[in-house]
């Protein structure tokens, strides 16, 4: 397996990784399944000098993905970027968010970021978990600002500064 910057021919691989999270309720807000087309713009405001999106490839396929994004979209929180990482299905369980986030962190200060944040449902032990192995801390906890299939979901802020 190895990391290497996303592609446009890779966005229907990650948005359909990303549709794939979608049924679980763990990992995003979405309800339903999004189109490539949605995502194209998204795709565009990343660059691999900046806010990259990272692909996973192993075996020509595509294991999951990592973004770095602008946190709040303010000149001021620059040094600040939200991680977010999806695994396809038949890839959970071998490491490959593991592996994207060490690389994340390690890399972050090549984008001149100073902190990153990750958004994650409180339910989702396992992404708490992983970012938590990383010494991530708990830096926010917004309760019941989410409903997923009528259950009221709280969200968790998790926080790493890079030194």
Do not use: C
Not at 30 to 39: A, E, Q, Y
Not at 140 to 153: N, S, T
């Amino acid at each position: 397996m190895y990391i290497r910057n996303a592609v446009a021919t890779d966005l229907y691989a990650i948005v359909s990784i990303y549709n794939a999270s979608i049924p679980s309720r763990l990992a995003t807000a979405d309800l339903n399944p999004i189109s490539v087309d949605s995502r194209q713009e998204w795709f565009e405001q990343h660059s691999p000098h900046t806010y990259p999106i990272w692909v996973m490839e192993q075996k020509g396929e595509i294991a999951g993905w990592l973004s770095f994004s602008p946190f709040y979209g303010r000149p001021a929180y620059r040094a600040t970027a939200e991680i977010s990482i999806y695994v396809d299905p038949a890839y959970q369980r071998q490491r490959v968010a593991y592996q994207l986030l060490s690389q994340a962190i390690d890399y972050s200060p090549s984008l001149g970021l100073q902190t990153l944040l990750g958004f994650i449902f409180a339910h989702n032990h396992p992404s708490l978990r992983l970012f938590e192995l990383f010494n991530f801390q708990v830096w926010g906890h917004l309760p019941q600002v989410a409903e997923l299939d009528e259950i009221k979901r709280d969200l968790v802020i998790l926080g790493l500064k890079i030194t």
